[in-house]
C-alpha cells in the first residue's frame, strides 16, 4: 500500500520569502505524484504532477516540485510567495498501473504574513 | 462553467437522519470519487466508481453508500448519519484514456456536511 507523510502541517513566512513544502511517500511500486492546492472555501486545483522524464516540475503560480526517487520524497517551492499564495497543500501519489486512486498526505497550511 | 458540481453545498442535519449528497460532472469522465476531508488527516477515500456497473469501497466506506445513476452522476448516501460524519466532502472524476495523465482527479467544490 502506498502512504503519504507531509511533514509540516502549517508552514508560516513572510511575504516575498522562499518556500519549500515537504512531502515524503512510501510504495513498493513506481507512482505518480501530485501537489494540489486548496484556497479559502474552494477545491482542489492541481498545482502540479510528475508523470515522468525530468525530476523538476514546474507548475502554475511560480511554483515547482522535484522528484527525488532515492529519498523517495517530492518537495514543493516557491522562490518567493505572495499573499495569494495562503492556502492548503496537498501532496498525493497513484501506481502507475491500478486503480487511478489518490493517496494524500495531511495536508499543510501555508500562511503568508506581510 | 463548472465541470464538476456538488450540491448541496452546505447542510446541516440531525444524528440518525438520511441524507444524499449529489455530484455531477460535464467532462465525460467514467471515473468517480467520493473523499472525505478532515482537518489534519487530508481527503481519505470512500467509494469509487469505474462505471455505472462498478462501484468499490474506498478506506472508509462504513456508514456511507453510493448509486451510480449515468456516467455523469454519483451520489453519496449518509443512510443515519452521526456527528463523526461532520466533514467536507468531494466528489471528483478521471479519465483512463488519458494515460498517465489519466491518473489526475478533476475536484468539485465541496459539500460542508454538519451533523448535530
Known amino acids: 500500500a502506498q502512504s503519504v507523510t507531509q511533514l509540516d502541517s502549517q508552514v508560516p513566512v513572510f511575504e516575498e520569502a522562499p518556500v519549500e513544502l515537504r512531502c515524503n511517500y512510501s510504495?513498493?511500486?513506481?507512482?505518480?505524484l501530485f501537489w494540489y492546492v486548496q484556497y479559502p472555501n474552494q477545491g482542489l486545483q492541481l498545482l502540479l504532477k510528475y508523470l515522468s522524464g525530468s525530476t523538476l516540475v514546474k507548475g502554475i503560480n511560480g511554483f515547482e516540485a522535484e522528484f527525488n526517487k532515492s529519498q523517495t520524497s517530492f518537495h514543493l517551492r516557491k522562490p518567493s510567495v505572495h499573499i495569494s499564495d495562503t492556502a492548503e497543500y496537498f501532496c498525493?501519489?497513484?501506481?502507475?498501473?491500478?486503480?487511478?486512486?489518490?493517496?494524500f498526505g495531511q495536508g499543510t497550511r501555508l500562511t503568508i504574513n506581510p | 462553467d463548472a465541470d464538476v458540481t456538488q450540491t448541496p453545498r452546505n447542510r446541516i442535519t440531525k444524528t440518525g437522519k438520511r441524507i444524499m449528497l449529489e455530484c455531477s460532472q460535464t467532462?465525460?469522465?467514467?471515473?468517480m470519487y467520493w473523499y472525505r476531508q478532515d482537518p489534519g488527516l487530508g481527503l481519505r477515500l470512500i467509494y469509487y466508481s469505474f462505471d455505472v456497473k462498478d462501484i468499490n469501497k474506498g478506506e472508509i466506506s462504513d456508514g456511507y453508500s453510493v448509486s451510480r445513476q449515468a456516467q455523469a452522476k454519483f451520489s453519496l448516501s449518509l443512510e443515519s448519519a452521526i456527528p463523526n460524519q461532520t466533514a467536507l466532502y468531494f466528489c471528483a472524476t478521471s479519465d483512463p484514456r488519458l494515460g498517465g495523465r489519466g491518473n489526475e482527479q478533476f475536484f468539485g467544490p465541496g459539500t460542508r456536511l454538519t451533523v448535530l
Open positions: 467532462k465525460g469522465h467514467d471515473r
Open positions: 510504495s513498493s511500486v513506481s507512482v505518480y
Open positions: 498525493a501519489v497513484s501506481i502507475i498501473q491500478g486503480a487511478q486512486k489518490l493517496v
